[in-house]
């Protein structure tokens, strides 16, 4: 069992920088596979980025590629997001996610894949 806990999270100008903060308990943190969602306002959930098991492998939704960095921490149990060149359409409520059984059956991208997921973080670009 994992719990994770979201937070940076806030008010930005176009252009800008965040970072996303994703705090995890649990004891084995280096087991899992990593992934950050967000949803706007009457859409659904998309992927953002995923992080593979062994922290080699990353994953980016086109619209994201090159602005922002998914990373972790083994020894703070942290995952983060780091974001840049931020725009009024990243705007969206971040969830961050995990998955203990891998991509099975599905992949990175897909929210099928994880089996916990924290409680979300708000990030609003105003233009």
């Known amino acids: 069992q994992v719990q994770l806990v979201e937070s940076g999270g806030g008010l930005v100008q176009a252009g800008g920088s965040l970072r996303l903060s994703c705090a995890v308990s649990g004891r084995t943190f280096s087991s899992y596979y990593w992934g950050w969602f967000r949803q706007a306002p009457g859409k659904e959930r998309e992927f953002v980025a995923a992080l593979s098991r062994s922290g080699g492998i990353t994953y980016y939704a086109d619209s994201v590629k090159g602005r922002f960095t998914i990373s972790r921490d083994n020894a703070k149990n942290t995952v983060y997001l780091q974001m840049n060149s931020l725009k009024p359409e990243d705007t969206a409520v971040y969830y961050c996610?995990?998955?203990?059984?891998?991509?099975?059956?599905?992949?990175?991208?897909?929210?099928?894949?994880?089996?916990?997921w924290g409680q979300g973080t708000q990030v609003t670009v105003s233009s």
């Open positions: 996610a995990a998955s203990s059984a891998g991509y099975a059956g599905y992949g990175p991208r897909e929210r099928a894949t994880y089996q916990y």
